[in-house]
Structure formats: C-alpha cells, structure tokens
C-alpha cells in the first residue's frame, strides 16, 4: 500500500474536483434556464423601446426580425445540440452551450447598429438550443 496519508489526501483532492464538476455544471444549468427565458422573453420589452429611441431601428418590420432571428437559429441549433449532446455528453453540451450565450449577451448589451442586435440574439438562439437538448 502507499502512504495513509497520500490516499487520504487523495481521495479529497477526487472529492473536491467531483464537488467543483456539479457547481459549475448547476450554475451553467442554471445560466441556460434563465437566458432561454430572458431571450424568448426579450423582444416584446426591447423593440418598444428600440421604436422609440430610433438610433438602432427604423421601423417595427425591422424590429421584428429581433424577435423572428432567435426563432430561425433555435431550429438547426436543437439539432446540433442533440448531436453534440449524444456525441459529447450532456453536462459537456450543456456547459459548451454557455459559451454562445455569454458572447450573445456581451454582444447585444455592446450593440452598436442593427446587425449588431442580430448577431447577438443569433448568439443566444445557438447557445439557448443548443443545450437545451441537455
């Protein structure tokens, strides 16, 4: 056998990375539940305002494509997600798909012009379904 005390020490080094794996994996989860309701949730407080400031949108038929954009990319997305999810696991997926969502949100709060806007929920629409397979 080895030391005692290296297999103790050991065996809470393995617990503490086990504990660490399920608090990242629960907040991601956590992270996901809440940008796929704020994402979904966020068109019908954002275009009023957009409207009226009239910097970023001109009209309501372009506002809506903010509204529409997170819809079209939330297909091909719930696809790959369950692809990746099959392939990588899904905890992996799951914490993978933080990364679109993250650069979504950093996009849209530093949006500048329109495209900008759609790029950014485009990012959430990817992230968003792309774990919820999860």
């Known amino acids: 056998m080895g030391n005692p005390n290296t297999d103790t020490s050991s ?6 990375m086990q ?3 399920q608090v990242m994996a629960s907040v991601a989860a ?4 809440l940008s796929v ?3 979904v949730a966020l068109p019908s407080s954002l275009i009023p305002i957009l409207l009226k400031e009239g910097d970023l949108v001109d009209s309501f038929h372009e ?3 903010l509204a529409t954009i997170f819809l079209f990319v939330c297909i091909p ?3 790959f997600g369950g692809v990746c999810s ?3 696991g899904r905890r992996t997926t799951g ?3 933080c990364l679109p969502l993250l650069a979504g949100w950093i996009v849209l709060s530093l949006s500048a012009d329109f495209n900008s806007l759609l790029i950014g929920r485009s990012l959430l629409g990817l992230g968003a379904m792309m774990g919820y397979p999860c």
Not at 11 to 16: A, Q, R, V, Y
Not at 30 to 33: A, H, K, M, R
């Open 11 to 16: 065996s809470e080094n393995m617990k503490n």
């Open 19 to 21: 504990v660490k794996t």
């Open 30 to 33: 956590g992270f996901l539940s």
């Open 37 to 39: 309701g704020s994402g």
């Open 63 to 65: 506002a809506s494509w």
């Open 77 to 79: 997305s719930s696809i």
């Open 86 to 88: 099959d392939k990588f």
């Open 95 to 97: 914490l993978l798909s």
